[in-house]
């Protein structure tokens, strides 16, 4: 299957920064969810997003569908501690009734200082 | 409580020694699959199940088995571990909606180390 290309890897901010992250495809897709893994966690889905263009918010947290549907953001404000984890991307390429499922970027590792 | 349960949690093995690592879900949920993570390259799919007796390969298939009986359990097979197997290993389930799956409920993960 196909990887997503999430960037950045990590990020070392500090406590109260704003965070921005992305996923960039070369294929479109009908779906982007976003999740986050805590430590010893298994992933939780923070956003799903289902339509080109869409901006959705969950608390502090926002992501948008690219107009393209290559691409997705997740944005996330006033960063707290608990917001330290590992964020993946996941998107999902119609395929016309296959057994399509998720495919997941590599995850970016949020750090933060306080 | 909506959830996927994996077992065990933790576990060390010796190489060829046949391990099963279980997987159930409460959800009533038709599609089921099996994740690993391995540090730098994020989650990679290893077996996928569209419902009950329907398996497919995903992306990393090779060294391990699925089955999938019931509806709720979907159990990840290692007939003959290797050291190469040592990762961390995810079970998760999915609605399955109209053009393919919904979102994915992950379990707890299970941490696999071969020796």
């Known amino acids: 299957g196909q990887q997503l290309n999430q960037s950045p890897q990590s990020m070392f901010i500090q406590e109260g920064e704003d965070v921005s992250m992305n996923c960039t495809s070369s294929?479109?897709?009908?779906?982007w969810l976003w999740y986050k893994q805590d430590p010893g966690e298994g992933p939780v889905l923070l956003i799903a997003?289902?339509?080109?263009?869409e901006l959705t918010s969950n608390g502090r947290l926002t992501a948008q569908f690219g107009i393209t549907r290559k691409d997705s953001f997740l944005n996330i404000s006033a960063s707290i501690p608990s917001d330290v984890g590992i964020y993946f991307c996941?998107?999902?390429?119609?395929?016309?009734?296959?057994?399509?499922?998720?495919?997941f970027g590599k995850g970016t590792h949020l750090i933060i200082q306080p | 409580e909506a959830q996927v349960t994996q077992n065990p949690r933790y576990l060390i093995t010796v190489t060829g020694k046949k391990l099963t690592v279980t997987c159930s879900q409460n959800?009533?949920?038709?599609?089921m699959s099996w994740y690993r993570q391995d540090p730098g390259l994020g989650l990679r799919q290893i077996y996928y199940?569209?419902?009950?007796?329907?398996?497919d390969k995903g992306d990393v298939p090779e060294g391990y088995k699925v089955s999938r009986k019931e509806k709720r359990n979907f159990p990840l097979i290692l007939e003959s571990p290797s050291p190469n197997q040592t990762s961390l290993y995810f079970c998760?389930?999915?609605?399955?909606?109209?053009?393919?799956?919904?979102?994915?409920?992950f379990g707890e993960g299970s941490r696999l180390t071969v020796l």
């Open positions: 959800m009533n949920h038709e599609y």
């Open positions: 998760a389930s999915s609605p399955w909606v109209a053009g393919g799956t919904g979102e994915l409920f």
């Open positions: 996941a998107g999902r390429e119609y395929s016309g009734g296959g057994a399509d499922g998720l495919t």
């Open positions: 199940s569209m419902n009950v007796e329907v398996t």
């Open positions: 997003l289902y339509k080109a263009g």
């Open positions: 294929s479109i897709f009908n779906t």
